[in-house]
């Protein structure tokens, strides 16, 4: 394989448009299996291709500031919407949502089942780490749930949030729900925030970083959050 091909390797990530923490993880996972094959003899020691590459330009890559405030965060929270819109009124609350739920993101708020409220508390494994969570609501939390505890046209397969329907199958049809829904989603929300007068583009992503972000600012260390 050797340097030219990982240099090549990179130029794709660069050209999908990957940001420099998202190369830098794909590197270093590729490095690491690498690694790992020559430990179990799966190849030779010399054909390894990142001898020559340099990873200093990925130690502490510096990534553009996604968080909002916390007075952005309520202005969002107070913004008066059309109650007949219920697409941006769900979009608003799958955002708000993220951000009282300690950052939880779309793929698990999505998944999210009645069975998961237990006395006050959310219990949840997440998808990507399988790391279980559990924590007692926020009282705005709380709020956007009782929304839609006797909601019309709720999900009739358990969740909590009208996203996935009993229709939703497969496992692509899951994935092809969950996308078309979080496009939605951060369209609508960046919509509404242009409306306020918040600069920054808003996503999904924007409400989870915005969690730990006030944290951080309330002066809860990096190791807690």
């Known amino acids: 394989i050797g340097l030219p091909f990982i240099n090549r390797y990179e130029q794709w990530l660069i050209d999908k448009g990957c940001t420099i923490v998202t ?12 690694k790992v094959g020559i430990k179990e003899n799966y190849y030779p020691e010399t054909h390894y291709p990142f001898k020559d590459f340099s990873f200093s330009k990925y130690n502490n890559p510096r990534t553009k500031k996604r968080a909002i405030t916390k007075e952005q965060i309520e202005l969002i929270a107070g913004a ?15 955002f708000l949502f993220s951000f009282y739920c300690r950052g939880l993101n779309f793929t698990d708020l999505a ?15 997440r998808s990507k780490t399988k790391e279980e969570f559990r924590f007692r609501l926020h009282p705005s939390a709380a709020q956007i749930l009782d929304y839609y505890t006797d909601l019309k046209g709720n999900s009739d397969a358990g969740f909590v949030f009208p996203i996935l329907y009993k229709r939703h199958a497969t496992i692509q049809s899951v994935r092809d729900r969950k996308k078309k829904i979080l496009t939605r989603v ?17 996503t999904t992503y924007v409400a989870r970083h915005s969690y730990a972000t006030t944290l951080r600012r309330n002066g809860i260390s990096k190791e807690n959050i």
């Open 23 to 34: 190369r830098s993880f794909y590197l270093r996972t590729f490095r690491t299996l690498w």
């Open 80 to 94: 008066e919407i059309d109650p007949e819109n219920d697409s941006l009124i769900n979009s608003r609350n799958y």
């Open 111 to 125: 998944e999210l089942k009645w069975t998961n409220i237990v006395d006050g508390e959310l219990h949840y494994v």
């Open 186 to 202: 951060n369209k609508q929300i960046k919509e509404l925030g242009i409306s306020l007068g918040i600069l920054k583009p808003l």
